[in-house]
């Protein structure tokens, strides 16, 4: 049974960085496609980032394009989300979630199998 575990938040200043890492356990994550998502305090969930199987097919969003970058190293069973240029209204709590499918298709959260539990980012005003 495929379980996630998010790591790697914290609080940063703005203007910095942060690598959150997206752990698989229970299967081999190369099969599945990953997206990040993040919630801020009284707001809906939103989608951040997403990757396919393979790691050939990356997405990003607008409101993170040039400063997030997506991976993964399957070797490790791992995701990656490399944060920079950091701002306060990045903070929120951010999940992974895997699609037991190869390809990214979307955000929307009915789309994705497995969810973390989250790691919080908190960047000061």
């Known amino acids: 049974q495929l379980q996630l575990v998010e790591s790697g938040g914290g609080l940063v200043q703005p203007g910095g960085s942060l690598r959150l890492s997206c752990t698989a356990s229970g299967v081999n994550l190369a099969y599945y496609a990953i997206g990040w998502f993040r919630q801020a305090p009284g707001k809906e969930r939103e989608g951040v980032s997403c990757i396919s199987a393979g790691g050939s097919r990356k997405n990003v969003e607008d409101s993170v394009k040039g400063r997030f970058t997506i991976s993964r190293d399957n070797a490790k069973n791992t995701v990656y989300l490399q944060m920079n240029s950091l701002k306060v209204e990045d903070t929120a709590i951010y999940y992974c979630?895997?699609?037991?499918?190869?390809?990214?298709?979307?955000?929307?959260?009915?789309?994705?199998?497995?969810w973390g539990q989250g790691t919080q980012v908190t960047v000061p005003a």
């Open positions: 979630a895997a699609r037991s499918v190869a390809h990214c298709s979307g955000y929307e959260p009915i789309r994705y199998d497995v």
